[in-house]
């Protein structure tokens, strides 16, 4: 795999030095979480110190948690009824981890319990958490991954493919790529070109769920430079100041994550305790607004 971020396959080590920041390190590193015990600690630090954090695991981790946890139903909330109406067990059991690893990871940075997050979707699908609006989330999930978006800055958007997905070269250049990204791929070995590729195919899919755009917004309408970290436009020129971030990391040894996140310039001085984000008394309430 070429132009990728260094390889994470595990925890962080305790003291790890972090970054300068600046582009891509300005993006927290994903972190590994093995189910609800987490290591949460390394998510919360992440998130105080860039505003951003990205969580990956595996939907076999949780799947303990979305068979006997005493606690699943008020944990899903809203969700509930569409886990119970999923007919095949394994897809029911993948709902529950996805949902599930959204709220343990915003409730993580909020330093709240997981059952007293709304987790709420907008039209198109992408979630929310309703009555927490300067926190924003985003999930991706595909075969056993599962990787979660968390920022207080602004949007953030998470896209994961295997790297040893199959892809048709040709047919994806003229219906994902610009006139410059073409030209670039063009003048690669062979070889790279399907790696260079599907780096490309998730930056643009978490750069347009960031947005909260999804497929929607073509995807010849923008570009990357060759670093992958500059937002282009079609004829490859600069599209965006310093206000977008951009990574691409190898997790769990097959996967390619990319991450888009957005730094809208608000206020985050007052952390982000769930207290210190909500209206007084929001937490207590949200409880009330749970399907029975």
């Known amino acids: 795999m070429t132009e990728t971020e260094p390889t994470t396959t595990g925890h962080r080590p305790a003291g790890t030095p972090l970054p300068e920041p600046g582009g891509a390190d300005r993006i927290s590193t994903p972190v590994h979480v093995s189910g609800p015990d987490g290591p949460w600690h390394q998510v919360w630090e992440d998130m105080e110190q860039r505003g951003n954090a990205v969580v990956h695991t595996t939907w076999g981790e949780w799947l303990g948690a979305t068979v006997a946890h005493p606690a699943l139903r008020p944990l899903l909330g809203r969700d509930w009824h569409r886990y119970r109406g999923i007919p095949d067990p394994a897809v029911r059991h993948r709902f529950a981890a996805s949902r ?32 927490l609006d300067q926190i924003d989330v985003n999930l991706t999930h595909t075969e056993e991954l599962i ?58 899919e978490a750069y347009t769920k960031a947005l909260g755009q999804g497929m929607r917004l073509g995807f010849t309408e923008f570009g990357f430079g060759a670093d ?38 608000l206020d985050t001085s007052r952390g982000t305790a769930a207290h210190t984000m909500a209206d007084e008394g929001l937490i207590g309430a949200v409880a009330d607004l749970l399907d029975p």
């Open 100 to 131: 599930l690893a959204v709220k343990f990871t915003a409730a993580a940075v909020l330093e709240a319990d997981p059952a007293d997050l709304d987790l709420a979707y907008r039209i198109g699908g992408r979630p929310y958490l309703r009555g």
């Open 147 to 204: 990787a979660v978006g968390v920022s207080r800055n602004g949007r953030i958007g998470v896209d994961a493919e295997p790297v040893d997905r199959a892809t048709d070269v040709g047919l994806l250049q003229g219906h994902m790529c610009t006139p410059a990204e073409r030209a670039r791929l063009e003048r690669l070995p062979e070889a790279e070109r399907a790696a260079a590729l599907l780096r490309l195919w998730t930056l643009k």
């Open 228 to 265: 992958g970290r500059t937002l282009h436009a079609p004829d490859g020129t600069p599209a965006a100041g310093d206000e977008w971030a951009f990574a691409t990391r190898r997790v769990l040894g097959r996967y390619l994550l990319s991450i888009a996140c957005h730094d809208a310039g």
